[in-house]
């Protein structure tokens, strides 16, 4: 089966611009995570969906990142404005469903604010 | 919330050893903890998963152990192979929804 899709890859910004990642998640998975993940460390949680409702984004920055999962498929992740401490790896997952399921992660996206 | 510590400092280890990592945490025992693998420049990818009744749990060559006194998990890698050279994660659930925290990880470095 084809797994998490994301794009784009790799992306260079200036601060105070804003961005977009996209993720197609594994088909037939209803729950989609995004994680941000700073170099030396483990992927942080921003934000879980069950199909188009969120269920959890207590660790959001709701100043200036937004998420939506329209239709309970693809979903995107916004920074407007970025900053410098933005700089990471984003990472989309997915799961069949909530609660004790293994999670399937897609590539990353890696941005880079200057 | 949770506070996770695994060892910050790389595994060297030689082929045919026993690489063990440790994930120790500090607050509430979680209902279960997974176990990932992370490639440079790749998303983790799930390897194990163990419930807070469980004591041990094996796939293949790995083998995780969880022990909710110690609110510690030890993870195992016998018969280690160049290919196993990686970062390992840990990640504690933290909500009923699935929610996990993950550890920083720990280097594993296999030399022929």
């Known amino acids: 089966e084809a797994g998490v899709a994301q794009s784009p890859r790799y992306k260079i910004i200036e601060k105070r611009q804003s961005v977009a990642f996209w993720c197609n998640p594994i088909?037939?998975?209803?729950?989609l995570y995004w994680y941000q993940q700073i170099l030396g460390q483990g992927p942080k949680l921003l934000i879980q969906?069950?199909?188009?409702?969120?269920?959890?984004d207590s660790q959001l920055p709701k100043d200036r990142f937004s998420a939506e999962r329209l239709k309970g498929v693809d979903s995107t992740l916004k920074i407007q404005p970025a900053k410098l401490e933005d700089s990471a790896v984003y990472l989309c997952?997915?799961?069949?469903?909530?609660?004790?399921?293994?999670?399937?992660f897609g590539p990353g996206t890696r941005l880079t604010v200057t | 919330s949770q506070k996770i510590e695994q060892n910050s400092e790389a595994l060297n280890i030689q082929e045919g050893k026993t690489a063990t990592l440790t994930c120790n945490y500090t607050?509430?025992?979680?209902?279960?903890l997974q176990w990932y693998r992370q490639d440079p420049g790749r998303g983790p990818v799930f390897l194990l998963l163990?419930?807070?009744?469980?004591k041990e749990k094996r796939k293949e060559r790995l083998k995780v152990t969880f022990d909710t006194t110690l609110k510690q998990s030890l993870f195992h890698i016998t018969a280690s192979q160049p290919a196993d050279s990686a970062t390992y994660l840990c990640?504690?659930?933290?909500?009923?929804?699935?929610?996990?925290?993950f550890g920083a990880g720990t280097q594993v470095v296999v030399t022929p």
């Open positions: 969906f069950q199909n188009n409702g969120v269920v959890d």
């Open positions: 997952a997915s799961s069949l469903d909530t609660g004790e399921r293994e999670q399937y």
């Open positions: 607050n509430y025992s979680p209902a279960y």
């Open positions: 088909s037939g998975h209803a729950t």
């Open positions: 990640a504690l659930e933290v909500a009923g929804w699935g929610k996990l925290q």
């Open positions: 163990i419930r807070e009744n469980e």
